[in-house]
């Protein structure tokens, strides 16, 4: 089931991530769909904010790096950018799939480009109605990320 949310201006999306951060639990997995500039790396911000990673970590798009990783908050987390991965191969060198089999949260920027996910995920959907919205559609594909989801909106009060 897909719920849908508007976010009004870039404070919404950050303050939905920071919702999102206290209803985490070592191990979820959240894949992030949208085009460029609909908000996936803000949500990521109000995530890390609300796991209390430390203000000096800088949480920025991996574009380049492909993998970030935040410590020092409540869990660690992993931040992955699968924009400019070409090849499935690729993916298999940089070792994602240990990568999000850690004891952490880990959050994957254009999670549709290729399956590496867990079977049991919670996926995001950005897209950009307006200059000043977004609306997000939310999905968990198995009972924790249901579960999560379901969390989140009451949180959202939505
Ligand atoms: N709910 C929103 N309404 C309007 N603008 C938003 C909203 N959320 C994010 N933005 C803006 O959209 C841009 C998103 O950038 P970013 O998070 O880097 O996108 P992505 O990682 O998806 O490429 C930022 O300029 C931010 O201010
Ligand atoms: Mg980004």
Redesign the pocket.
């Known amino acids: 089931m897909f719920d849908d949310f508007e ?4 404070e ?3 303050r939905a991530g920071q919702l999102l951060a206290p209803l985490l639990q070592a191990g979820d997995v959240i894949g ?1 769909i ?12 109000g995530i890390a904010k609300g796991l209390a990673v430390p203000e000096g970590v800088r949480v920025t ?1 991996p574009t380049f790096s492909l993998i970030n990783e935040y410590r020092g908050g409540r869990l660690p987390m992993v931040h992955v ?1 699968l924009y400019r991965i070409e090849e499935e191969g690729e993916l298999m060198h940089i070792g994602l799939e240990e990568m999000l089999d850690n004891a952490g949260v880990s959050a994957v ?1 254009w999670c549709d480009r290729f399956e590496v996910l867990p079977d049991d995920h919670l996926v995001i959907a ?1 897209e ?1 109605e ?5 609306r997000i559609s939310v999905k968990g594909t198995g009972s924790r990320s249901v579960a999560l989801a379901a969390a989140w909106r009451a949180g959202l009060g939505a």
């Open positions: 976010l009004r201006g870039p919404a999306t950050h992030l949208g085009d460029l500039g609909a908000g996936k790396t803000l949500l990521v911000q798009s950018d920027e950005f950009i307006s200059q000043e919205s977004r």
